[in-house]
């Protein structure tokens, strides 16, 4: 794997989802290297419709005037996968803006990965801005990986025009307190959303999700699959609404959050829900949390396995079907050997090391 040299420590970086042939991009404390950093105004995802009440439940409202007025633009090239990779360097506060514009029609990918170099407690918070234009596709995948000390809050504010196409894959490999939002704008007929993710949790870790989708266009679809593994004393958070303007006739929309429990002090808690004004739809919601299959884990050591073997085979199952999202296979297999390595502990030995390596 291609080593990157860090300047300010002149200590090495690496990343492990580092992709040959990407288009790749360092932001250090939230100043960009070869990326434009610019003043631009805050996309404005709010819909035609009043939507307030759900605006007040929010843990922190929308506020289009405290986000920073310069942002880290990213403008992908179609065929090109382009890979940005936060690094936080200093323990003091970052306030960071991302937007990504896929401001003509085409196919698009984009991989965004935070890490911290040290076992500092490091605050970030940021606004990521997706704005997709008609005829686009964007594959996005975040891929979060940062200290047990860490606060990381991420504002994910989107809008999805007519016939335009999203993914989003969010994996929360680790961390110390995560918050999650996002924002969806779906403004334009026929536009599709496919909002994914998947969460590791240990120890004290804290990780919430917060989403509110909104149909605003006739005949659009989305589709929302959300799953954490959770142990030790950690905690999960997850709330999820669907909004279906009066105008939006014929949606479609879909929305499941499952957690799988593996000791007995770990909670999730989940509140997806549906607010429907218009009468020709297609929607549904559903939440689960639980331990381990005793069939599944029985059945497998009836075949030789051993306990520890089968519950991270459980394990990694359950995961599956967040990392099958994942469109690009080369990306999908370096995340799935991540989140097995995670799954097994073999992360914990290099606690202290601080390099980012996974």
């Not at 990504?100 to 990965?113: F, K, M």
Request: charged share 25%; glycine share 6%; with cysteine.
């Amino acid at each position: 794997m291609e080593e990157f040299r860090y300047i300010p420590k002149n200590e090495l970086f690496k990343c492990s989802v580092d992709l040959p042939g990407a288009r790749k991009f360092f932001v250090w404390d939230g100043v960009p290297e070869g990326l434009p950093f610019r003043e631009m105004p805050a996309l404005d995802v709010s819909a035609a419709f009043d939507v307030s009440s759900r605006m007040e439940r929010m843990e922190y409202p929308v506020c289009l005037e405290c986000v920073p007025k310069k942002a880290v633009e990213i403008v992908p090239e179609e065929g090109v996968l382009t890979q940005v990779i936060f690094v936080r360097v200093s323990p003091s506060e970052v306030l960071g803006r991302v937007r990504i514009n896929c401001d003509r029609p085409g196919s698009y990918e984009v991989v965004l990965c935070s890490h911290t170099t040290g076992q500092e407690r490091f605050s970030t918070k940021e606004t990521v801005e997706v704005n997709v234009c008609g005829g686009a596709k964007l594959d996005l995948v975040v891929m979060q990986n940062e200290n047990s000390l860490s606060v990381h809050k991420s504002d994910f504010r989107i809008k999805a025009e007519e016939n335009s196409s999203l993914k989003i894959n969010i994996i929360t490999l680790h961390a110390g307190n995560v918050s999650n939002r996002l924002q969806c704008l779906l403004s334009g007929k026929k536009a599709e959303c496919c909002l994914n993710g998947l969460y590791l949790e240990d120890g004290e870790q804290n990780i919430d999700t917060d989403i509110t989708l909104i149909h605003n266009a006739e005949e659009c679809v989305s589709h929302q699959l959300f799953k954490g593994i959770l142990s030790g004393h950690s905690r999960s958070r997850f709330t999820g609404e669907v909004v279906v303007s009066p105008s939006a006739q014929k949606t479609e929309a879909y929305q499941a959050n499952n957690n799988l429990l593996v000791s007995d002090d770990a909670r999730a808690s989940s509140d997806p829900h549906l607010v429907i004004y218009a009468d020709d739809v297609k929607c549904s919601h559903g939440s689960t949390a639980g331990s381990v299959g005793d069939q599944e884990l029985f059945y497998m050591r009836s075949r030789g396995i051993s306990e520890s073997e089968a519950r991270i085979l459980q394990q990694q199952a359950f995961a599956a079907a967040v990392l099958e999202q994942v469109s690009k296979g080369e990306l999908r297999e370096r995340l799935s050997c991540l989140v097995e390595r995670r799954l097994r502990g073999e992360n914990t030995v290099c606690a202290g090391c601080g390099k980012g390596c996974c």
